[in-house]
């Protein structure tokens, strides 16, 4: 599990295809303190550790990762988010995430408002109804609250400190992010719909 507060930016320092795609991911922590089979999140991607050293590891990602997530269109340079999983007693600063990207959401537009960036989203159909204003959403791993809802659309405040040192300082028209809906939201959303249906079970 993790908070979608990032920790650190990661360069993609090669990518080789052996079965499954392997990543080698350079950071500024010391990489061999990262258990073999540690879970690290990936601009959202929730990838396991299978080897290290001083400076930098190694992920693997399977094919349905590559489908369902941004990770196959990343290239040696690119910079992603990180996060380490969260332990017991560590500070909960966003909300709960689980590394599980949902779906891939689009940038619409970028506006400068004052120090911060009002950035508006268009969420997959089948992801549309968990966005609620007020609620959370993780984008390429950052917690973000939700502030206005359009039908799919949606827009989030990014404050100056989280546009320099995440990776959405490069959101731009056309952006394409790894989206995980509010775990809360999911079963909320589960409930009612067991609640629906027992209800016209018994009509």
């Known amino acids: 599990m993790f908070t979608g507060i990032v920790t650190a930016a990661g360069t993609i320092l090669s990518i080789t295809d052996r079965g499954d795609r392997i990543l080698r991911i350079g950071a500024g922590w010391d990489c061999t303190a990262l258990p073999i089979g540690a879970s690290v999140s990936h601009s959202g991607i929730c990838l396991t550790v299978v080897s290290h050293d001083a400076e930098s590891y190694e992920v693997a990602a399977s094919a349905e990762t590559m489908r369902v997530t941004t990770l196959g269109q990343w290239q040696e340079g690119d910079v992603v988010n990180l996060e380490r999983a969260l332990c017991v007693g560590d500070e909960l600063g966003g909300h709960i995430v689980s590394g599980h990207v949902d779906g891939l959401?689009?940038?619409?537009?970028?506006?400068?408002?004052?120090?911060?960036?009002?950035v508006w989203i268009r969420a997959p159909q089948n992801l549309a109804r968990f966005v609620a204003p007020k609620g959370s959403v993780a984008l390429d791993g950052v917690s973000l609250t939700v502030n206005e809802v359009r039908g799919t659309d949606f827009s989030i405040n990014v404050i100056d400190h989280t546009w320099k040192v995440t990776t959405l300082g490069r959101c731009a028209e056309g952006r394409v992010l790894n989206m995980e809906i509010d775990m809360l939201a999911r079963y909320v959303a589960r409930l009612a719909e067991s609640d629906m249906a027992e209800s016209e079970k018994n009509d």
Do not use: F, I
């Open 105 to 118: 959401a689009t940038v619409l537009s970028v506006t400068p408002v004052g120090d911060s960036h009002e």
